[in-house]
């Protein structure tokens, strides 16, 4: 677990950052593909985590939250248009193309059971020291998270730092195979910019400090 900014850790789930969560203040934000529950559970032992939330309810978001949740007694919170998705574990239900072979491997292999959502987050809503942001696009009901004294962004998959086949490292868009509507995310990433963030966290690739490369991203949208 890597401290990112004050009340702010990376878990890094896979090699190279493939695979992220965060710890914002006491809150597990996503949760990896299924077979991250230890790893997750073991990087937060020590901590008092008291509520999970998604940013979407993707296979690799969404794959160990039934279990971390129930470990944990802690409740579930997404957007409203996530929710059914994370209760009946049906995640690939807005995929451009669901019975694609990676959307039909990721639902059988890395998605976790259904949990009952809690509650549900929207615009302006308080996570921690945090305020929720929608970010429609790669989902119907993305949400990122955003810190405005230190300008920290929890992204989600909104924006990607890495090229998720060759793993290069790099700022982008998420890929359109796994992404709802790509002109509402790149309208939800005009809506980040315009946020001004300094360092932004991604749930694939590394943390980046922002040095100007959103700005240019935007600017060639």
């Known amino acids: 677990m890597k401290e990112i900014a ?3 850790y990376q878990l890094a789930l896979m090699p190279r950052n493939a695979i992220n969560c965060y710890v914002i203040d006491d809150v597990l934000i996503d949760a990896g593909i299924r077979h991250s529950a230890p790893g997750i559970l073991q990087s937060m032992r020590g901590l008092n985590i008291t509520k999970h939330v998604l940013t979407h309810a993707h ?5 160990s939250s039934s279990i971390i949740c129930d470990r944990l007694s802690i409740p ?3 957007s409203a248009a996530e929710k059914g998705n994370a209760e009946t574990g049906n995640v690939t239900y807005d995929y451009p193309d669901k019975d694609h072979f990676i959307a039909r491997l990721q639902q059988k292999y890395w998605a976790g059971k259904g949990y009952t959502v809690t509650g549900v987050l929207k615009e302006g809503d308080s996570v921690g020291s945090f305020t929720v942001i929608e970010t429609p696009g790669h989902s119907v009901g993305h949400l990122s998270f955003f810190r405005e004294k230190d300008g920290v962004l929890i992204a989600g998959d909104a924006l990607v730092n890495m090229n998720l086949l060759t793993t290069k490292v790099g700022l982008g868009l998420p890929p359109a195979i796994f992404t709802t509507d790509r002109m509402r995310n790149i309208a939800s990433v005009k809506k980040i910019a315009a946020l001004k963030p300094k360092i932004i966290c991604f749930g694939h690739g590394p943390v980046l400090v922002n040095n100007g490369e959103l700005e240019r991203l935007v600017y060639r949208l």
């Open 6 to 8: 004050k009340g702010v």
């Open 59 to 63: 296979a690799d978001h969404q794959g």
């Open 76 to 78: 579930l919170f997404t």
